[in-house]
């Protein structure tokens, strides 16, 4: 048995009939398909990870049924750049495919004590099976996004890559003894450092082109911005994260996806723990949104007089934080829905009314 929960009681009208589990590999993915009218007979096959397997993995499909390709639905876990080619090479052939979190699938196999590649793509096939209703097509990103993408992502890394060096030549300086040496690589390692932290400005520089480039991102870029603690990278992060705002419509929903949406643990009289946020999170965005937040708390007059508030009421900082970074999510989405920057002293027309009536 592939997996400890039954799936002969699973009825369910689609229009698919054909579902293939994908499981990614750098070089070879492995493909193993199951037709729902006969879930339990799973034929499996391996491809390389290029064009050519993707070209055999389609003849192989046809030779295993007679279906029409719209009633096909491929599955594979999201594992990143590995998923490209496959992904691209469907969508051009107008192919349904499926990529889902390998969290979500994990937790939906039940107890399966046997790992390999093989039961993984069979696990996967199972999942397109059972969860076809829930079944959210691949899109190709806007081309735009994806190269924001993928520079934000290079930029990471040459951060990456000249705090190593810096930290490490700055501490063999202080601890070796010999004298020479020690200097020599400080100031070549000084040198590299100084050499990636132009090419970090060139890879910005280049970021804020294409968005100014593109009249949707720079809309909602300069809009991002007009909130207090939202700074270049939050922006484009954000930008990015959401697909220009198509991904993400409520603020709720993406405040969840970077973490910071507590949840409490309760079952019957039984509280189990504190109210917490999530670990099932972007924690890249969540530790961009803290140090937004943080930032926000000081030079928000609104939001520095809700922290000393909360501080003064025995809130921890961790806590008030959170709350800061679930408003600037809010604030966030609520230009974006008006088409407004955000203003500081910004008065509600009730509260005017509300005055004049007073003054009166």
Not at 95 to 102: G, H, Y
Not at 196 to 208: D, F, S
Not at 231 to 258: D, H, P, Q, S, W
Request: charged fraction near 30%; glycine fraction near 4%.
């Amino acid at each position: 048995m592939v997996n400890s929960i039954s799936i002969n009681n699973i009825k369910h009208k689609s229009m698919k009939k054909i579902f293939i589990g994908i499981d990614f590999s750098k070089e070879t993915f492995d493909a193993a398909l199951l037709k729902g009218s006969s879930v339990e007979e799973i034929s499996y096959n391996k491809f390389t990870n290029d064009l050519k397997g993707c070209d055999q993995l389609l003849e192989w499909i046809k030779s295993m049924t007679n279906s029409p390709k719209k009633t096909w639905m491929l599955c594979g876990e999201h594992t990143g750049i590995y998923t490209h080619v496959l992904s691209y090479y469907l969508n051009s052939k107008g192919i349904d495919f499926w990529l889902e979190p390998a969290m979500q699938i994990k937790y939906s196999k039940g107890m399966c004590r046997t790992k390999n590649d093989k039961i993984d793509a069979k696990n996967i096939a199972l999942y397109a099976y059972r969860f076809q209703d829930k079944a959210v097509c691949f899109k190709i990103k806007q081309p735009s996004i994806q190269a924001l993408k993928d520079l934000m992502a290079y930029r990471e890394r040459l951060l990456k890559a000249k705090m190593s060096l810096s930290v490490s030549c700055r501490e063999l300086k202080r601890i070796s003894a010999s004298g020479s040496v020690s200097e020599y690589i400080y100031q070549d390692s000084m040198d590299e450092v100084e050499t990636l932290r132009k090419k970090i400005k060139q890879v910005e520089k280049t970021v804020l082109g294409i968005i100014e480039a593109d009249g949707d991102l720079k809309e909602n870029y300069d809009l991002m911005l007009s909130v207090k603690g939202i700074g270049i990278i939050n922006a484009v992060m954000i930008l990015i994260a959401t697909g220009n705002f198509t991904l993400f419509t409520e603020a709720r929903k993406f405040a969840c996806y970077c973490g910071v949406v507590p949840f409490e643990k309760q079952s019957g009289t039984s509280v189990m723990g504190k109210t917490k946020v999530s670990h099932l999170a972007d924690k890249n965005l969540k530790r961009l949104l803290s140090q937004a937040a943080r930032n926000a708390a000081k030079y928000d007059m609104v939001l520095k007089e809700y922290y000393q508030r909360k501080k003064q009421e025995g809130k921890t900082d961790r806590l008030i934080i959170n709350n800061v970074r679930n408003k600037l999510v809010h604030r966030i989405f609520a230009i974006i829905k008006s088409k407004r920057k955000f203003i500081d002293d910004y008065v509600h027309p009730l509260q005017k009314m509300q005055g004049n009536a007073d003054a009166c």
